[in-house]
């Protein structure tokens, strides 16, 4: 196997950084200046996508080096090894299949030797069944109620997909079922989910990769007590509102669920990739299995186009390249995500795990520190609301914040002049990033010369616009699966396990070590550092006193 310079003494990186030094300070004014095709030559269209990727501070050259990098790193073969099943996920010693969960019926991948896609075929088929005897009303609940109420219990990978789906597939779902999602583990988000609710028309997914986060246990065990409490039944109850989404049979049937009712997955799909898994079983629920099959398909088609197009045209490997430049060369730090559209408002929740959870590490494959800039913050509101809180800050902050736009052409909702106004405000502020105003243009104005600086926009503000024809089930396939594999090139380059989430396990340790202190009703000699000491202690104090 041919071994991979360390990033940044990979000759592309070099020519990269010399580069950057003669185009860092060219304005995006003079090179639309200099080519008046440049709106047109910067853009690519797949699967129903255009990304217009002008409006970023790059040339020919530019990209001639970054592709150069992504050779360079060896994205093509990491691309393959992933695709094929290889253990990428080196410290977990796990394959990371999640483009399995949307392959052909009659395709063939192999885990240790064994193809997955029968598998994976037999869980969407009892989803799909499944979906249809709740949707139908035929699945009753204890007291022989049809379900109307439908509450997804699960945090990270198993909530934050499920709701980002519903609230973007809401316009396809079935509007005479309710369905709430219960993640925190703060007693509030589960009294405020059943509040008014029937237990005996509420079914409960509990959706857990390893049935044993604590957030989702707690949850689940709240909800099995107010449905066995409200019904006034035993046990037995369980299983007509109980259904379990989970790699893990054993604890899904020690917490009293008939694993009949359980819809698995396997190690091979990571949390934060599962939304297209079982862990999917409530948007199934909303939309129905056809239009979940065409999500599926969405997302199939972004896979193909990423394994085969040319980084030319290959949408995720250029706004992944676009990413690495801005992170490790503009030094910016967070990316906005900026969907113009109310349907996509979780979408940049969703990504934050997708993205933070993925490439917010330090060390690289081979164990040594990174000696560069990895994971971007990625954050982000629906516009135009955005616009009449943070953009001030992208427009006018001392902060370089690179922005994706994305638009539909088409509204679910066509009502009067609304889309208009809306995709105007998408395309003006794309603008204003980045040709801004000129203090001489404000000057024209006949603007004070103290306030003229004040009401000068610098422009040079790099974005990203992806416009699609219509929010469908499919264009959010493709819309998750772009992202997903931004997330793989960046993480290949980078050289990360993008896989992993070691990140998060000492805070839980900690926690779980701190319940006891907390709960004690005796006296018990603290042994943290005196900050966690006292914030125990004080938090013990007031809750005695009542
Ligand atoms: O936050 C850590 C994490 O392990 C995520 O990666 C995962 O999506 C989430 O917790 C939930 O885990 P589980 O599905 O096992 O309950």
New binding site residues.
């Given amino acids: 196997m041919k071994t991979i310079a360390p990033l940044t003494q990979r000759a592309s990186w070099k020519s990269l950084e010399v580069h950057f030094e003669k185009i860092r300070e060219v304005h995006l004014r003079d090179w639309f200046g200099q080519d008046p095709a440049r709106g047109r030559v910067f853009g690519v269209e797949a699967l129903g996508m255009y990304l217009d990727y002008s409006k970023n501070r790059i040339d020919q050259e530019t990209l001639k080096h970054l592709f150069a990098l992504a050779d360079e790193s060896g994205l093509r073969s990491a691309i393959e090894a992933m695709f094929r099943g290889d253990a990428i996920n080196i410290t977990e010693n796990r394959a990371v299949l999640h483009t399995a969960l949307r392959a052909p019926r009659d395709a063939r991948v192999e885990v240790a030797g064994r193809n997955v896609i029968p598998d994976v075929y037999e869980v969407l088929d009892r989803m799909g069944g499944f979906c249809d005897r709740i949707r139908s009303g035929q699945w009753k609940g204890h007291a022989g109620k049809p379900i109307v109420n439908i509450i997804n219990i699960?945090?990270?990978?198993?909530d934050l997909g499920p709701v980002m789906a519903y609230e973007a597939l809401k316009s396809y779902s079935d509007r005479s079922l309710k369905f709430l999602f219960v993640s925190n583990v703060d007693g509030t988000d589960f009294a405020e989910a059943v509040e008014g609710l029937d237990p005996a028309e509420t079914l409960f997914i509990v959706?857990?990769?390893?049935f044993?986060?604590q957030e989702?246990m707690t949850n689940a065990q709240t909800a099995k007590d107010w449905l066995l409490q409200g019904l006034g039944a035993g046990q037995e109850a369980v299983a007509k509102h109980f259904v379990a989404v989970s790699t893990n049979a054993t604890k899904v049937s020690e917490f009293g669920i008939d694993t009949a009712n359980m819809f698995g997955f396997w190690d091979w799909v990571g949390?934060?990739y599962s939304m297209d898994s079982a862990i999917g079983l409530s948007t199934m629920i909303a939309i129905g299995p056809a239009n979940f099959h065409e999500m599926l398909t969405g997302f199939r088609q972004m896979d193909e186009h990423f394994r085969t197009a040319p980084w030319e045209s290959n949408i995720p490997v250029l706004m992944a390249l676009l990413g690495i430049w801005y992170n490790n060369f503009f030094q910016a730090a967070s990316i906005a995500v900026l969907p113009y559209d109310q349907y996509l408002k979780r979408f940049p929740a969703y990504l934050q795990?997708l993205t933070m959870?993925s490439n917010g590490k330090r060390v690289t494959l081979s164990g040594s520190y990174v000696d560069y800039d990895t994971g971007a913050v990625y954050w982000g509101e629906p516009g135009t609301n955005g616009q009449h809180s943070f953009y001030q800050l992208i427009h006018q902050g001392t902060r370089l914040i690179p922005c994706d736009f994305i638009a539909f052409c088409h509204s679910l909702n066509p009502v009067g002049r609304h889309h208009d106004l809306l995709m105007a405000n998408v395309f003006a502020q794309a603008e204003a990033l980045a040709f801004g105003k000129t203090l001489t243009e404000v000057r024209s104005e006949g603007t004070a010369e103290w306030l003229a600086p004040h009401r000068e926009f610098d422009g040079n503000r790099p974005s990203n616009v992806l416009l699609l024809e219509r929010l469908t089930p499919a264009s959010l396939g493709k819309l998750v699966a772009l992202y997903e594999h931004i997330v793989f090139a960046q993480g290949v380059i980078w050289n990360l396990d993008s896989f992993d989430?070691w990140g998060?396990e000492l805070g839980k340790v900690l926690a779980q070590r701190i319940v006891p202190e907390l709960e004690s009703p005796e006296p018990l000699e603290l042994r943290h550092d005196s900050s966690t000491n006292a914030l125990i202690e004080r938090y013990r104090a007031t809750r005695k006193k009542g």
Avoid: P
């Fill in positions: 699960g945090i990270g990978g198993s959706a857990s990769k390893t044993t986060t989702t949390g934060r795990q959870e989430q998060v």
